[in-house]
């Protein structure tokens, strides 16, 4: 899957250079400003500057469905197995009841991109 020409490259175009903020479960998970960004295979890897001016990459997987609430500044990525379900409940019990490895920060939740 690439994201070269989708929606979710034109959103991340639109808040290039612009101070954010991530949070994850109701959580500060990083902050600064979007310097870059670039797909590295099923990942988005960001590139931001922080308050103190040193350059930080960490990679976030692409989610299955993202809303841009633009009036509160804000973008949600949805990484939740419902989403990617579908309404198929078959599938989402099997999600759901596969076995979690290791510790994965966006297994099955909601990360929210808040433009400040």
Same mark, same amino acid.
């Given at each position: ?21 991530? $949070? &994850?479960?109701?959580?500060? +998970?990083?902050?600064?400003? !979007? ?6 295979? =099923?990942? #988005? ?27 509160? $500044? &804000?973008?949600?990525?949805? +990484?939740?197995?419902?989403? !990617? ?6 599938? =989402?019990? #099997? ?22």
């Amino acid at each position: 899957m690439l994201i070269e020409g989708t929606e979710l490259e034109n959103l991340l175009k639109k808040i290039l250079q612009k101070k954010i903020r991530l $949070n &994850l479960k109701n959580k500060v +998970y990083k902050k600064g400003k !979007l310097v870059l960004f670039k797909q590295n295979n =099923y990942h #988005l890897e960001f590139t931001i500057e922080n308050k103190d001016c040193e350059i930080k990459k960490f990679e976030i997987p692409i989610p299955f469905a993202f809303e841009e609430w633009e009036e509160d $500044n &804000l973008i949600y990525f949805d +990484y939740r197995f419902f989403t !990617l379900a579908k309404g198929n409940d078959k599938l =989402y019990d #099997l999600l759901k009841n596969l076995p979690k490895e290791g510790n994965n920060k966006f297994y099955d939740t909601i990360l929210e991109i808040e433009i400040i």
